[in-house]
């Protein structure tokens, strides 16, 4: 029986294959460079031993039209040529450099190390020594294959970001779909809630009963309209910052263990910022919750509302055991988290309700043993 599934398989083989392909594109150009290299040296003897001939012969004989059309035709390979005499003569380089000492000894130097020289004699006399680089169009083979790798890289780096996006796509139709499912879902447990709340409170009980079992229907109706709203494109209406979010965290204060000790401070009493009011509700019981998970359960959680110019800051601090700062940015990527138990979709929801939905700003302010500051930015309406 075979366990590999299918499409593990098919990877295997496009991975293979393009090794393969790329295996041959970089031996294919080896050997044509090898064999340019040949064909270059063949062409720089020949130049040689023209030069042999033209410097054994007196000014009376007539070597012909061949001499010269071998002399005039090597116009791209830069050549240095050292006499017996030590007199150095060179071809094919930048005239700006022609006449600069320095610079022809570095490119003797790298000639030597690219080509064999060639010594270019005459009845077992010694004549010259000919010292030859590589030509542009040889020098530019070279580099070739790093040019197609760096293609072939760019390429594949396109295909796996199309392939991340599609899937990341995917993922979030996927969410929203089991979103919606879940608001659908409540729904129906919810109505019949709402009728036997209603049937309590004719029968002789406690009216403070009835009024806290409200408030948690009311909770969870605003539980189920945020899970309806994921996947489309919320409506944001001018809110007062301060109170939605004072709101939000008197909700979970009453809702929470007494061992954590809750403070709320504002610079100002009113503020005016175009809201989602139940998707930024969500935004701090998330945040909130996630500094009671980092304390355990004891410590403190305190909110501070702070303007800054154009924007307003929203501060959540907590005495928790504090982010590592490598993990500032991952935090906010689906699927992590630090705790044994959960899903790490808490933060990446917050990042996408602040900065998507309200085009604002959500950072780790600081982190240490001493607790961490979340911070929120919105645009203030003037």
Known sequence: MNFIPKNKISNIFLLVGSFVVVSLILWNTNSFFKQFKEEERLKMEIWATAQSEFLQSSETVDLGSLHLKVFQNNTSTPMILINKDKSIRVNNFPPNKAQDSAYIQSQLKKFKNENTPISIDQQGEHLATLYYGNSDVLTKLKFYPIALLLIIFLFAAVIYF???????????????????????????????????????????????????????????????????????????????????????????????????????????????????????????????????????????????????????????????????????NSIFTPGFTSKKRGWGLGLSLVKRIVEEYHDGKIKVLSSGKEGTIMQISLKVVH
């Open 162 to 328: 199309l392939f991340k996006t599609n899937k990341a796509a995917e993922q979030n139709k996927l969410w929203a779909g089991m979103a919606k499912e879940t608001a659908h879902q409540i729904g129906t447990p919810l109505s019949s809630l709402l009728g036997w709340n209603e049937l309590l409170k004719s029968e002789d009980i406690n009216p403070s009963i009835t009024k806290e079992i409200e408030k948690d229907i009311d909770r969870l109706q605003t539980i189920t309209e945020r899970f309806s709203k994921i996947g489309s494109l919320p409506k944001l209406v001018e809110s007062d910052i301060v109170k939605e979010t004072q709101d939000a965290f008197d909700y979970l204060k009453r809702r929470s263990s007494k061992l954590i000790h809750f403070s709320f401070s504002s610079k100002v009493d009113h503020l005016p910022v175009m809201l989602n009011s139940s998707l930024y509700n969500w935004t701090i019981e998330n945040l909130v919750k996630n500094g009671i998970d980092a304390m355990r359960g004891k410590g403190s959680i305190a909110i501070e509302i702070v303007p800054d110019h154009k924007f307003v800051n929203i501060l959540i601090a907590d005495t928790g055991h504090g982010i590592s700062k490598s993990n500032y």
